[in-house]
């Protein structure tokens, strides 16, 4: 069950988009649209961003969107917003019946 | 509103044991199943075990089969997670989340540290 690949760090200026990619496999984000997005702050708890690829839980704002393409999704933002700096994860569902996250990308707001 | 509360966590001795339990409210908790996720210091979540609603169906990532068992009570709105033979590798902050309808994690509780170590 090895982790997704997130790039370790993304930056970007108020008002421009950044986009995080999440690479896994075939056994699990190239099979199954079961990918989800996790936004967490330094000292809390995640919260889901996007469900499903491309799905926003009811309260997120539509800066955010998710896409998929083969075994690589991505989360992307516009409208960058000094209250968007954190860590997020993303995560998919395996032929495993099991979960597994990515190690995680640090958005930087300039 | 859904709430999850974790307890239990503590620093503790390699090979030694600890339960993690997460109460559950504002939501039918026996419709749903559980995830347990874990993050060491300064590190990326780990999934570690997910239980189905009727505890008919349970995984767990590699590194922990064997050594955790999750269960529930669901008269209690409680979810567990037993963790023997502990590992200074199992250091985390332990999360439950509830498994949500869309292949999700929709609520996360505030988690709890576990701290192995001699």
């Known amino acids: 069950q090895s982790a997704l690949t997130q790039p370790p760090s993304v930056s970007g200026s108020p008002g421009q988009s950044v986009a995080i990619s999440c690479t896994g496999t075939?056994?699990?984000?190239?099979?199954?649209?079961?990918v989800s997005w996790y936004q967490q702050p330094p000292g809390t708890a995640p919260k889901l961003m996007i469900h499903e690829v491309s799905n926003r839980p009811s309260g997120v704002p539509d800066r955010f969107s998710g896409s998929k393409s083969g075994n690589t999704a991505s989360l992307t933002i516009t409208g960058l917003q000094a209250e968007d700096e954190s860590d997020y994860y993303c995560?998919?569902?395996?032929?495993?019946?099991?979960?597994?996250f990515g190690g995680g990308t640090k958005l930087t707001v300039l | 509103q859904v709430q999850l509360v974790e307890s239990g966590g503590g620093v503790v001795q390699p090979g030694t044991s600890l339960r993690l339990s997460c109460v559950a409210s504002g939501f039918t908790f026996s419709h749903y199943g559980f995830h347990w996720v874990r993050q060491a210091p300064g590190r990326g979540l780990e999934w570690v075990a997910i239980i189905r609603p009727d505890e008919s169906n349970k995984y767990y990532e590699d590194s922990v089969k064997g050594r955790f068992t999750i269960s529930r009570d669901n008269s209690k709105n409680t979810l567990y997670l037993q963790m023997n033979s502990l590992r200074t590798e199992d250091t985390a902050v332990y999360y439950c989340?509830?498994?949500?309808?869309?292949?999700?994690?929709?609520?996360w509780g505030q988690g709890t540290l576990v701290t192995v170590t001699s």
């Open positions: 075939s056994s699990d984000v190239g099979s199954y649209n079961r």
């Open positions: 989340a509830r498994d949500g309808p869309n292949w999700n994690l929709d609520y």
């Open positions: 995560s998919s569902y395996t032929s495993s019946d099991t979960w597994v």
